[in-house]
């Protein structure tokens, strides 16, 4: 977009992230497929895999990480750990290898602990001392198993996915996500058949594993498998963490049949639970260690909300809690600083807001001794206090409070949301992509929908995945990919449906979207004129959808010169909407752009201003920190200021909005293009 455009849009914008597999999308697969938060990494300079005792060593290995890979080349190793984004990795040495090429493999990032197999232990504790991520000498596989099971653990803690916030509404997003998973029914028999045999395609997960679970799965409650921690537990916990969709799709029944169970299994506590004492506020503990960026934002969040976006296991043990805390904290590793949440729970608050945790002591397939609560995925806290603790360096006490959606605004743009959903997308995996959609994640919603389309059967799931597979490849810049998805629905939609359907105006609507995009303004005009001539026949008069045909007809308008009726156009818009939508409800924030771009052609400037600022204020409340839209407005109040000659502020809204585009789009998309052109243009004018 130029300087004084504006984004124009039938649903939000929303950015790009990971992979699909559509060539038509021009995104490709991963040649290498990831199931867990971790792999091992075996490096011998002279490794003999024909001896017996290192063939002896990998099933061992295998129970405990999926993904085992090995070297006799340094350079190779080194590259293949530089090069790993999503898991962290362990790693066995053996043989004589340099201790200076181990302490430079010990600086990759995402290694978290180094295990040396030695045929010298005592000369290998020497040197060993100094290196932090070593983690023990030992002379056979059998010790190092036992500690790669502990470290394996404390991955999966320290990887829990946490979102912040400083305001509720963001949170929406998420109770809508977990909503439509939920709400999903597979056939469990073929789902544990399906899962099995997306773990055996890649030979990473032991058999017997596998051949346990398909055996097994119905004789046990889901919570058992969950705390027995076989690769049903590692794959979870990596699926949720990454969003990745094959995962989430394949693993749908256990998340659907661990949420239930955690229920049930709460609400057979509270009828055997006759002690009123255990109804009294308590107090539960979590530990792990967090990188240092991770703990800056929970500083920043600090009064503000957090969501651990996974099932949540947390004990009453404080010492327990507290050792998983401390585990990786040494002095010459300053990159990680150990956490230990203190959680109040009121009882009684879970029980009139439908908040679910189960005591899982009693069913718990390791047996522990120590009371464990299990909280489903999603689960929202707040941040009430930290403060360091004095039993070691970079250790932090962060207390937090269980909540709810309580806050009255929080819920009114929830129940529009859902409602907003639920009108767009049928309920299933079509929905959750949809929500996937909103919430950023466009080529993983992309990706779904293509899965989707294979297995569709009947015109309205052909022609609902069609749209949403044109609205994924509008928002990443593939227009014409868009296109093909949209006309395809499109004539589905009038071959089987009523001449005057609504669906068939959202196609048209979009399609125009698409037009506008390539700047062919007439052919978008025209698109959105027959979307709205449809709606006015059989929509009232202040449905949204009549709202966005108004405003996509604006943005032509502003786009051709015709200010007076692009205004009109908008504030009718903006009107409907805000008669339909609660006052911090994102799509307001478009309007108010919008608004803004025709008062700054108009050469209004502090109008405009004063209506960016505005739609900057809305989308705050409710989009993500890298939303594109928040980058829209950043732009737009940046031009205000270049055109007020106040270079210092426009330069700083620039940024702003470069460091959003530049992350979550394509960076051959125009908007990326623009920004940079904006940038360089405000530095020549202050020099």
């Not at 909407?577 to 771009?597: E, Q």
Request: charged residues 25%; hydrophobic residues 35%; contains cysteine.
């Amino acid at each position: 977009m130029d300087n004084k455009e504006s984004t124009t849009v039938a649903t939000s914008e929303v950015p790009t992230i990971t992979h699909t597999r559509s060539n038509r999308s021009g995104l490709s697969h991963p040649t290498r497929r990831i199931i867990q938060n971790f792999l091992l990494v075996w490096l011998h300079t002279n490794i003999d895999e024909t001896n017996n005792s290192f063939k002896n060593s990998f099933p061992q290995l295998r129970r405990i990480v999926a993904s085992i890979t090995t070297f006799t080349d340094v350079r190779e190793c080194f590259d293949f750990l530089s090069e790993i984004k999503k898991q962290k990795a362990f790693m066995i040495v053996s043989g004589h290898l340099d201790q200076q090429i181990v302490r430079q493999i010990e600086e990759t990032s995402q290694l978290d602990s180094v295990y040396v197999l030695s045929d010298n232990k005592t000369y290998d504790e020497e040197w060993a001392m100094e290196v932090a991520k070593i983690k023990g000498i030992h002379t056979s596989i059998e010790p190092i198993c036992k500690a790669l099971r502990c470290d394996r653990e404390q991955i999966d803690r320290s990887l829990v996915p946490i979102d912040f916030n400083r305001l509720d509404s963001l949170f929406m997003y998420t109770k809508l996500l977990k909503e439509a998973l939920l709400q999903i029914e597979d056939d469990d028999q073929q789902s544990i058949k399906d899962l099995a045999q997306y773990c055996w395609e890649d030979d990473d997960i032991d058999p017997d594993e596998i051949k346990f679970m398909i055996e097994e799965y119905g004789k046990h409650r889901p919570i058992w498998w969950y705390s027995k921690k076989t690769f049903l537990y590692s794959t979870l916990n990596y699926g949720l963490r990454q969003m990745d969709i094959d995962i989430i799709m394949k693993m749908g029944f256990f998340i659907r049949d661990l949420h239930n169970d955690i229920e049930k299994l709460y609400k057979e506590q509270q009828q055997s639970d006759n002690n009123k004492t255990q109804r009294a506020p308590f107090t539960f503990y979590g530990g792990q260690d967090v990188s240092l960026d991770l703990f800056d934002k929970m500083q920043n969040a600090k009064g503000g909300l957090m969501c651990f976006n996974n099932f949540l296991l947390i004990s009453k043990d404080r010492k327990v809690s507290l050792d998983f805390a401390c585990k990786n904290l040494k002095p010459n590793l300053k990159s990680i600083v150990g956490i230990l949440f203190v959680m109040a729970i009121e009882p009684e608050l879970c029980r009139k807001l439908k908040i679910h945790y189960a005591d899982i002591s009693e069913v718990d397939a390791c047996g522990k001794d120590e009371a464990e609560i299990l909280f489903t995925t999603h689960t929202i806290f707040r941040i009430d206090h930290i403060e360091a603790l004095p039993e070691a360096d970079r250790l932090y006490e962060i207390q937090i409070t269980l909540i709810a959606d309580q806050d009255n605004d929080f819920s009114k743009l929830t129940v529009s949301m859902r409602d907003e959903a639920h009108s767009k997308a049928s309920p299933g995996w079509s929905l959750f992509g949809y929500i996937l959609l909103q919430i950023d994640e466009v080529r993983k919603a992309a990706h779904l929908y293509e899965i989707l389309l294979d297995k569709a059967t009947g015109h309205k799931q052909l022609s609902e995945y069609n749209f949403f597979l044109g609205w994924a490849n509008w928002l990443i810049g593939k227009y014409s990919t868009a296109l093909e998805y949209y006309e395809e629905s499109l004539k589905i939609r009038e071959k089987n449906l009523t001449k005057n359907c609504p669906d068939i105006a959202l196609c048209y609507n979009n399609i125009g979207l698409v037009y506008y995009s390539v700047g062919t303004y007439s052919k978008a005009l025209s698109s959105y004129e027959r979307a709205l001539e449809i709606q006015k026949l059989v929509l009232p008069p202040n449905h949204p959808d009549l709202a966005t045909s108004y405003h996509n007809i604006g943005s032509v308008y502003i786009n051709t010169g015709q200010y007076s009726k692009a205004l009109s156009s908008y504030e009718r818009a903006l009107e409907i909407r805000k008669i339909a939508l609660p006052s911090n409800h994102p799509t307001l924030g478009h309007h108010y752009n919008n608004i803004g771009v025709v008062y700054y052609d108009m050469c209004q400037f502090s109008k405009a201003l004063s209506s960016y600022e505005r739609a900057l204020e809305i989308q705050k409340l409710v989009l993500p920190p890298n939303h594109p839209d928040l980058a829209v407005s950043y732009n737009n109040i940046g031009t205000c200021y270049q055109k007020a000659r106040d270079y210092n502020k426009a330069l700083s809204y620039y940024e702003k909005a470069r460091g959003i585009w530049e992350t979550s789009l394509s960076l051959t998309h125009p908007y990326v293009a623009r920004i940079k052109q904006n940038i360089e243009e405000v530095k020549n004018l202050s020099a």
